[in-house]
């Protein structure tokens, strides 16, 4: 089965420039994660969707930054304009409690392979 | 004060070694807790979830101490493929986020 779907893996893009980044999430999941991770911060959550609904968008850093979840299958985040500080890798991730057939609180999330964003 | 602390180490440790990790965290609500793993320039990929009785998974062993609201992750007998960074994880206020540590970095040497 195929895992969680990012594109582009790498985007290097001038400060003011639009960027869009793009996940596919495994086929029978109804929650989508967007994470930003650097050095200085880890991991941060900036936004979640159930059944392509936004639920939590706190994460996000600013208006700079949208995410939208057309369908199932399909999620953008999108950040205009770019500034260096936007600068680090960003995860898409997926999960199922239903799917995993589990009760409770949320468990297992599986990511992406991350695309390695560097604003110049 | 973060909601997950861990030490960013690294711990550099001989093969065969045993090496504990520490984890705290902030909100004595959390009901899940777990390590992820994280190879260099990879993903994170779940470890293994960590159980209020302790939990076994070949060399890795997992406990919780909710009085005291940290966990721990015990990895016997290391390997060299052991070498990544162990991201300890809890989940948040709202039930479906899960809180990820900064991680803490292992290396396994010869």
């Known amino acids: 089965d195929a895992g969680v779907i990012q594109s582009p893996r790498h985007e290097v893009t001038e400060m003011g420039q639009e960027v869009t980044l793009r996940c596919k999430p495994i086929s029978g999941h109804d929650y989508l994660f967007w994470y930003r991770q650097t050095m200085m911060r880890g991991l941060e959550l900036l936004i979640y969707f159930n059944n392509n609904v936004p639920i939590d968008d706190s994460g996000m850093p600013e208006d700079r930054f949208s995410a939208k979840m057309p369908n199932a299958s399909f999620s953008t985040l999108k950040i205009q304009p770019s500034e260096p500080r936007d600068s680090a890798v960003y995860f898409c991730?997926?999960?199922?409690?239903?799917?995993?057939?589990?009760?409770?609180?949320?468990?297992?999330?599986?990511f992406g392979p991350g695309t390695r964003l560097t604003v110049l | 004060r973060k909601e997950v602390e861990q030490d960013p180490g690294p711990f550099n440790v001989p093969e065969g070694a045993t090496v504990a990790f520490n984890c705290t965290y902030s909100?004595?609500?959390?009901?899940?807790f777990f390590w992820y793993r994280q190879d260099c320039r990879k993903e994170p990929k779940l470890l293994m979830s960590?159980?209020?009785s302790g939990n076994e998974d070949g060399r890795f062993t997992a406990q919780l101490n909710r009085a005291s609201q940290y966990i721990s992750l015990l990895i016997r007998d290391s390997k060299l493929s052991d070498s990544a960074t162990y991201l300890c994880v809890v989940n948040g206020m709202d039930t479906d986020k899960l809180i990820f540590g900064t991680g803490t970095r292992l290396q396994v040497f010869p």
């Open positions: 909100n004595s609500a959390s009901q899940s």
């Open positions: 991730a997926s999960s199922s409690r239903l799917a995993l057939k589990r009760e409770g609180p949320m468990d297992e999330q599986f």
């Open positions: 960590v159980y209020s």
